[in-house]
Antibody, heavy 120, light 110 residues
Framework: QLQLQESGPRLVKPSETLSLTCTVSGGSVNSDNYYWGWVRQPPGKRLEWIGYADYSGSTYYNPSLESRVTISVDTSKNQFSLKVSSVTAADTAVYYC????????????WGQGTLVTVSS | QSALTQPASVSGSPGQSITISCTGTSSDVGGYDYVSWYQQHPGKAPKLMIYDVNNRPSGVSNRFSGSKSGNTASLTISGLLAEDEADYYCSSYRSSRTWVFGGGTKLTVL
């Protein structure tokens, strides 16, 4: 059974870069037709799609975040990562990693989520 | 990136049926059969309930069903149970391999 687990710093200072890693177990990121992505949810607010990448390096981002976001897949570690630069308090959120199956609307499974707070 | 429009809240009594709507445009909901629905209990990760408008993943109760007409998708839950009380989010493909979520609907089981 595929499982995803987020990890990374829970507190980031304004203007710095937020970095998270999602470790995949029970399956491989080196799989055709799957994309490895991130969704965030500010406290009390809606879900927001951040973007995803496949193992070949193709990436797709939310246009509203594209200038600050990088998602990459590390096949040697069976992980994928998220970087958000120049963060502000508005980037405070629970960050979820999730797998997307190509040619469907299926985002599943999801990681448990990790709360990242942007504060000095 | 504007969100899809969902009612902020819906409610129903145990055993009843409720429907949650998700309205977008011809550039997302209306243009593709790539709509999914997620259930989220407080403090938990979203759980996939419906994908590709009306498909249920293995393990999801057949009390949950999805449909679409024009620019509006709908999630129907029949035979409401107390455990169905949660937030529900729709999601849709929106061209150029981007995705958008709805604003979320809080379901209260009276």
């Amino acid at each position: 059974q595929l499982q995803l687990q987020e990890s990374g710093p829970r507190l980031v200072k304004p203007s710095e870069t937020l970095s998270l890693t999602c470790t995949v177990s029970g399956g491989s990121v080196n799989s055709d037709n799957y994309y490895w992505g991130w969704v965030r949810q500010p406290p009390g607010k809606r879900l927001e799609w951040i973007g995803y990448a496949d193992y070949s390096g193709s990436t797709y981002y939310n246009p509203s975040l594209e200038s600050r976001v990088t998602i990459s897949v590390d096949t040697s570690k069976n992980q994928f990562s998220l970087k958000v630069s120049s963060v502000t308090a508005a980037d405070t959120a629970v960050y979820y990693c999730a797998r997307h199956e190509g040619n469907t609307s299926l985002f599943d499974p999801w990681g448990q989520g990790t709360l990242v707070t942007v504060s000095s | 990136q504007s969100a899809l429009t969902q009612p902020a809240s819906v409610s129903g009594s145990p055993g009843q049926s409720i429907t949650i709507s998700c309205t977008g445009t011809s550039s997302d909901v209306g243009g593709y059969d790539y709509v999914s629905w997620y259930q989220q209990h407080p403090g938990k990760a979203p759980k996939l309930m419906i994908y590709d408008v009306n498909n249920r993943p293995s393990g999801v109760s057949n009390r949950f069903s999805g449909s679409k007409s024009g620019n509006t998708a709908s999630l129907t839950i029949s035979g409401l149970l107390a455990e169905d009380e949660a937030d529900y989010y729709c999601s849709s493909y929106r061209s150029s391999r981007t995705w958008v979520f709805g604003g979320g609907t809080k379901l209260t089981v009276l």
